[in-house]
């Protein structure tokens, strides 16, 4: 269980979700701190039934990464891979040479919104009731991010077919009960807020409808009160317990598509958004029906997360940052003690080498990894290396992702480029040859 918040941070963090629901008028909000599994601490602010923390809202797109969960168990169970055209799992759209992957990241040109009446305000039906077109194709493949709810409606499809059985239940057998989201639901089960839009120039509301949205589903349906949605937070945090594997949540978070129009650095990996706010990145997913306003975001680093929901169609800023942001000035996590620890390879093989004349620094990391970067004060590359069963090494970020290492005695091999122990190392076998005449004045 995690321990409670020092009684001055909790004081801050409360204030700051009582100026946020003030000042944006919400007609209800709670929210609060994840860290060691749980909710830290939690508040709930306006018209708010007891107790807040059981109090339903609907999650909006953060349905979207329950979803992309779903598929990626696909992808782990060898039932799909994420280059496979959507075509293979759902034949006959207009997106079918679009791939899984590319659905998942928000590359694959897709329409933002489905055809027909505004999906989030009326009723759904099936994917052929969607009557999607090739005009609800409006980019190229992998062009450009751009956000699409109906990418995440066809990849609810893909779940519900490949299982043989809907996505609501798919998500609820395969994510939510082994998470403990139990009451999480596709639909509002009381005690749940009423959806409402505020008057922007007066202090009245107006109830929002509440629906099923059908093959839209997977976009925004999902309903869940503070505490599973902390569970949730707790869930990207890595206590992912049998619902995914701890590589492929790591997976998830890579950056792929990169929203150029957003103030400051944003992205999306494979269902999740992924974020650079004050130096820090940040991993979750905003929500956003009529009537309601989620957020679940973690510092994978800091090992904290933040969770809130509230009952406006719009009005109240994103709380989750500043909370997050509060919680670290107030409570720095301390970090494990350095220890010495054995490297990955021998201690010869470290140290500078040279990519032509450029210096580069290779050193040991904990958990058996290799960095390769440039030397203090200079500018470069740089990537993180795991052993592969083979002996070598690949690239796990940075430009040499991918990528394969391979360590002799005089050189390093990585991607074609050579790396040796002095610059241009004659004995070594640079590609092009060194000039027999050496370095001169």
């Known amino acids: 269980m995690p321990g409670p918040v020092l009684p001055s941070t909790a004081r801050q963090l409360l204030a700051r979700v009582a100026r946020v629901q003030r000042d944006g008028r919400a007609p209800s909000l709670v929210a609060g701190v994840v860290r060691d599994g749980g909710l830290a601490w939690s508040a709930g602010r306006g018209a708010v039934a007891e107790p807040h923390t059981d ?9 979207k990464t329950v979803t992309a969960v779903a598929v990626l168990r696909l992808r782990d169970e060898g039932r799909l891979r994420l280059d496979d055209p959507l075509d293979r799992h759902v034949p006959g759209t207009p997106l079918g040479e679009r791939t899984v992957g590319q659905l998942l990241a928000h590359v694959a040109g897709a329409a933002a919104e489905s055809p027909g009446s505004w999906w989030e305000r009326t009723p ?29 409606g066809l990849l609810g499809e893909l779940v519900a077919r490949a299982r043989g059985r809907s996505w609501e239940d798919v998500v609820r057998v395969e994510v939510l009960a082994p998470l403990g989201m139990d009451r999480t639901t596709p ?62 949540l790591e997976e998830m978070t890579v950056p792929a598509g990169v929203d150029s129009s957003a103030p400051g650095w944003s992205s999306y990996g494979l269902g999740v958004q992924v974020l650079r706010v004050d130096g820090r990145t940040l991993v979750g997913h905003g929500g956003s029906m009529p009537g309601f ?16 929901l509230a009952n406006a169609t719009s009005g109240p800023e994103p709380v989750v940052f500043g909370l997050l942001a509060d919680l670290r000035a107030a409570e720095p996590r301390v970090v494990d003690a350095w220890a010495p620890s054995a490297p990955a390879v021998p201690l010869e093989c470290l140290g500078v080498w040279y990519w032509g004349p450029s210096p580069v ?38 430009y040499y992702a991918g990528e394969p290492l391979r360590i002799a005695d005089d050189h390093l091999d990585l991607g074609t480029f050579v790396f040796t122990r002095t610059p241009y190392d004659p004995a070594a076998p640079v590609p092009g040859g060194v000039d027999e005449d050496g370095w001169r004045a």
């Not at 109090?55 to 349905?63: A, E």
């Not at 759904?124 to 991010?145: K, M, N, Q, T, W």
């Not at 620094?361 to 052993?387: I, K, Q």
């Open 55 to 63: 109090v339903q809202y609907r999650l909006g797109s953060i349905s």
């Open 293 to 308: 306003l989620a957020g679940v975001f973690v510092d994978r680093e800091e090992g904290t997360g933040a969770v809130s």
């Open 124 to 152: 759904g039906g099936s994917l052929a009731d969607l009557g999607l077109a090739e005009e609800h194709v409006v980019l190229g493949a992998a062009r450009r991010f751009h956000y699409s709810n109906v990418g995440f």
């Open 187 to 248: 639909r509002p089960a009381a005690p749940a807020a009423e959806g409402l839009a505020v008057h922007p120039w007066a202090d009245v509301v107006l109830p929002e409808p509440e629906h099923h949205a059908g093959v839209m589903a997977a976009a925004g349906q999902l309903w869940a009160p503070l505490t599973d949605l902390a569970r949730f937070a707790a869930f990207l945090l890595g206590d992912t317990g049998d619902v995914l594997d701890a590589a492929t």
């Open 361 to 398: 620094l290779l050193r040991a990391l904990p958990g058996e990894l290799l960095h390769l970067g440039p030397v203090p004060g200079r500018a470069g590359r740089a990537s993180r290396f795991t052993r592969r069963d083979d002996g070598t090494w690949v690239g796990l970020d940075g």
